[in-house]
């Protein structure tokens, strides 16, 4: 089944309603982030990949996440904080949300994408493609420097 995105309504970081269909025609990171959390360090490599595709219509998007082990327990504000002062992180942060259980959007929708089911812990990613699409997903401990990530990526923006 192909998932796609372009209908999916989130809160940003003003609790603004943004539906993700204003994103078309950009290849999209959407990531569950923990400030406390043992991959936290995968900030900078998200922030590495903003900086090296962003020009070529790729976004990061952050969703602070508080569904495992409470490793989010901040408000948006201090999780802003966070990112900006330990890792200069410029992508951009939206609204907490759940990930697992009664989950909230994006989850809601990308949790059906292959395999489904719920996001098993912080910093799973999903690769979403140009028109909205998911085309990938990969867990936690996937690294966002890994080279089969970054291929997809590249692939997707040349697409």
Not at 26 to 41: H, R, Y
Not at 52 to 73: H, I, R
Request: charge should be positive; hydrophobic fraction near 35%; aromatic fraction near 10%.
């Amino acid at each position: 089944m192909s998932i796609n995105i372009q209908k999916v309504e989130v809160l940003s970081a003003n609790k603004q309603k943004v539906n993700l269909g204003k994103y078309q025609g950009q290849v999209l990171l959407i990531v569950n982030v923990a400030s406390k959390c043992g991959f936290t360090k995968q900030y900078s490599g998200l922030e590495k990949l903003q900086k090296t595709y962003k020009d070529q219509g790729f976004q990061v998007l952050g969703f602070p996440c508080n569904d495992f082990g409470g490793q989010e327990p901040g408000s948006l504000d201090e999780i802003k904080e966070f990112c900006s002062t330990n890792y200069n992180a410029t992508f951009e942060l939206f609204d907490k949300v759940h990930a697992k259980g009664k989950t909230t959007e994006p989850f809601t929708t990308l949790n059906q994408a292959q395999p489904t089911g719920d996001v098993a812990w912080n910093f799973e990613k999903f690769l979403i493609s140009k028109t909205g699409t998911v085309v990938g997903r990969y867990k936690s401990a996937i690294e966002p420097t890994d080279k089969d990530l970054i291929k997809a990526i590249e692939a997707e923006l040349i697409k």
